[in-house]
Nanobody
Framework: QVQLVESGGGMVQPGGSLRLSCAAS????????MNWNRQALGKQRELVAQ???????YYADSVKGRFTISRDSAKNTVYLQMNSLKPEDTAVYYC???????????????WGQGTQVTVSS
């Protein structure tokens, strides 16, 4: 029906950069917000950044000034540019989106499978 597929995770040294991508595909009528979330080992999942359909962005305090979310509407893709990475950014990063599919006809939340980001020297 609708799928979100993330890519771009990996291991990087502190101070390094990574760029995550999340592509939505399937029976999409409209995409509302597209988000990046993360879950570190033993911690709750948290919202890291959000890009709304109106073009507004939100960032968690812990990543402000270091992470940038952007969206290519033509490709149904959202990106997360992560700079000045810290060990505490280590987590599984999940893409999520609120999408109205042509099948359901109303907004629903969808999640990707997650991609591991490890920041370590």
């Amino acid at each position: 029906q609708v799928q979100l597929v993330e890519s771009g995770g990996g291991m990087v040294q502190p101070g390094g950069s990574l760029r995550l991508s999340c592509a939505a595909s399937g029976s999409i009528f409209r995409i509302n917000a597209m988000n990046w979330n993360r879950q570190a080992l033993g911690k709750q999942r948290e919202l890291v950044a959000q890009f709304t359909s109106g073009g507004s962005t939100y960032y968690a305090d812990s990543v402000k000034g270091r992470f940038t979310i952007s969206r290519d509407s033509a490709k149904n893709t959202v990106y997360l540019q992560m700079n000045s990475l810290k060990p505490e950014d280590t987590a599984v990063y999940y893409c999520s989106a609120v999408i109205t599919s042509t099948v359901a006809g109303h907004p629903q939340a969808y999640w990707g499978q997650g991609t591991q980001v490890t920041v370590s020297s």
